[in-house]
């Protein structure tokens, strides 16, 4: 038999074998464990430490081994590159979401920065509870339960990918819980604001410089008008919308304008108010190319191009330039605080405006707008019940008498 060499060190009753590799300090672990045989460094150049090291390398894979759990310890960054890159496949693919971009954005301004160096089985309940300590002084303020469920979800396809490749059990998913901030009363504006804002932008039209300054305030009108009489998302759904997406449909005899739009909660389509033709119509007026026909022939077209913002100009992009733009504009009408809250208002302060307003006169119910708005009934009756309530305002504070006693 010959003599074992001097770098080769048999444990565990020669279960693995701790070896040194030329051009490394560092003592390797090599054992069997699968039906396989795996290799580890143990980053240890002292042979007791080495040796205590393999112990707990060893330890710890037959315990995976004896429990049906994955042998794979991979880093939590590397798993979510991955997600990343299987998100960015689907949406060439055709078949991602637009909430993509979102989870991308979390995953690499929260997720990596906190947990991508830990192993990806090692983030558990306590780890997350860590994070979103950090995470509110990374924010410097409590995050919104709508923040904490996007940041959940960005989470669930970090761990989706990992199970999916088997670096995860089922069983090591932790649960996420939402306990975020939430606000039970948006940032609307009154019918009397409202009318301020769309009498304020004509004269805010008529004081922009000509050129760039103008087209941009004049498309920012128009989209502050659609999405004041659709309820349509700014941004994500308002941004995507493209000319050929708009068509007319018949009903009792009566022609309405609709609008397919795709968001959040995939796709869907948007009936818009009477008044949209006109704003569309000017909107379309604004291109030469298309200023000669009519707005029903130019919609017969199916014109396969951004109603919103150039092809050459990303969504995000627009979105941003156009909430600074409506951020100033609202502080010279005296309109970006709301008077309950205090919040400032922003592009998304119209779709609730479009919901308040809604409810407020009766022009549907609240079944109807939340299949109109693609959200739930409940969060109608969570986020708009005080303008429900004033709507029963009559059997609440009863009958009126001539001396103005109430009559019960």
Known sequence: MPPKAEHTVHILEGKATLYKREGTPFWHLRYKVYGKWHRQTTKQTVLKKAKSTAVEIYADSTFRERNSLPPNNKRFKAVANLAIRSMDELTEAKQGKVTYETYTQVINNYLIPFFGNYNIDKVDHALILKFARWRIQEMKREPSASVINNHNSALNRVFDEALKRGYLAKIQVPLLVNDGVKSHKRDDFTIEEYTLLYKGMRQWLRQARQGNERELRQILREYVLVLANTGIRAGTEGMSIKWKNIKFFYEQGVRYLAIDVSGKTGKREVIARHSVVRYLDRLRKYNPKYARMTFEEFVAKRVD???????????????????????????????????????????????????????????MSVHTLSEHLSTSVKMIEDYYGHVLLRRKAHEIAGKLTENHNVKY
């Open 305 to 363: 191009e951004y109603v919103f913002r150039d092809a050459g100009l990303s969504g995000d992009y627009m979105t941003s330039k156009f909430g600074r733009m409506f951020k100033r504009l609202l502080e010279s009408l005296e309109l970006l605080k709301h008077s309950r809250t205090d919040k400032p208002r922003t592009l998304y302060s119209l779709r609730h405006t479009y919901a308040t307003l809604a409810l407020a006169y009766n022009r």
